[in-house]
C-alpha cells in the first residue's frame, strides 16, 4: 500500500533519455517534504542515488537528475547506458503516516 | 568506509519471534537515525521503524506497531530489530540503513538479512 505512486516500468535504447514520475499528495511531497531516489541492482541494497530532490551523491554520474513539483517528483537518465537496468524508487516522508514512504518502484530496461 | 552488517535472520514459524542485529562501522553510531526498511519477495521497499541517536525516540509503521520492538547499544555500534507475533506477511529481506541528518535520506544500507515465515 504505497502512497508513493511510479510506472511499473520504462525502457529505452542506449543513449536514450528516460524519465520516471512518483507521484505523491499534500501529506508528502506536495507537503514539501523532500524526495530521494534510490537504485537497486539486481540481487543488491539499495543504493542512494539522488537526495533532497535534484542532488548527487559524490560517484553518481550527472546522466541521473532530479526534480520535484507540486506533489510529484521525477527522475531522469540521459545516455541510458546498460549498467542502468535495475528498479529505482522514489521516498520521502509523510505526515498523515508518520513515518517514511517509499514508492512502488519502476523497473528500467535497456533494450 | 560506513559497513551496515545484518544478521539474526532465519526460517520461523507463524506467531514465533527473531531478534536482527545490524553491526555498524566507520562513521559515528550514536550521532545518527537508524532504521530498518524490509522488502518482500519479488516486492518493493517498506520502512518498518526508526530509532534517534540516543535511542530514546522511536517509530514505527503501522503494519508493525506493536509488535515489533527497535533498540540500539550504542557502546556496541549495534542497531536490533526485535520482531513477534509473526506472520507470513512478515517475510522479508530486512535492511538497516542510516538516515543521513540534514536531509532525512538514507544514504547507506546494509546487504540485509532473510526473515521467512512458514510453518
Known amino acids: 500500500q504505497s502512497v508513493l505512486t511510479q510506472p511499473p516500468s520504462v525502457s529505452g535504447a542506449p543513449g536514450q533519455r528516460v524519465t520516471i514520475s512518483c507521484t505523491g499528495s499534500s501529506s508528502n511531497i506536495g507537503a514539501g517534504y523532500d524526495v530521494h531516489w534510490y537504485q537497486q541492482l539486481p540481487g543488491t541494497a539499495p543504493n542512494l542515488l539522488i537526495y533532497a530532490n535534484n542532488n548527487r551523491p559524490s560517484g553518481v554520474p550527472d546522466r541521473f537528475s532530479g526534480s520535484k513539483s507540486g506533489t510529484s517528483a521525477s527522475l531522469a537518465i540521459t545516455g541510458l547506458q546498460a549498467e542502468d537496468e535495475a528498479d529505482y524508487y522514489c521516498q520521502s516522508y509523510d505526515s498523515s503516516l508518520s513515518g517514511y514512504v517509499f514508492g512502488t518502484g519502476t523497473k528500467v530496461t535497456v533494450l | 568506509e560506513v559497513q551496515l552488517l545484518e544478521s539474526g535472520g532465519g526460517l520461523v514459524q507463524p506467531g514465533g519471534s527473531l531478534r536482527l542485529s545490524c553491526a555498524a562501522s566507520?562513521?559515528?553510531?550514536?550521532?545518527?537515525?537508524m532504521s530498518w526498511v524490509r522488502q518482500a519477495p519479488g516486492q518493493g521497499l517498506e520502512w518498518v521503524s526508526g530509532?534517534?541517536?540516543?535511542?530514546?525516540?522511536?517509530y514505527y509503521a503501522d503494519s508493525v506497531k506493536g509488535r515489533f520492538t527497535i533498540s540500539r547499544d550504542n557502546s556496541k555500534n549495534t542497531l536490533y530489530l526485535q520482531i513477534n507475533s509473526l506472520r507470513a506477511e512478515d517475510t522479508a529481506l530486512y535492511y538497516c540503513a542510516k538516515r543521513n541528518s540534514v536531509y532525512e535520506e538514507f544514504d547507506y544500507w546494509g546487504q540485509g538479512t532473510l526473515v521467512t515465515v512458514s510453518s
Open positions: 566507520g562513521f559515528s553510531f550514536s550521532t545518527y537515525i
Open positions: 530509532i534517534s541517536g540516543s535511542g530514546g525516540s522511536t
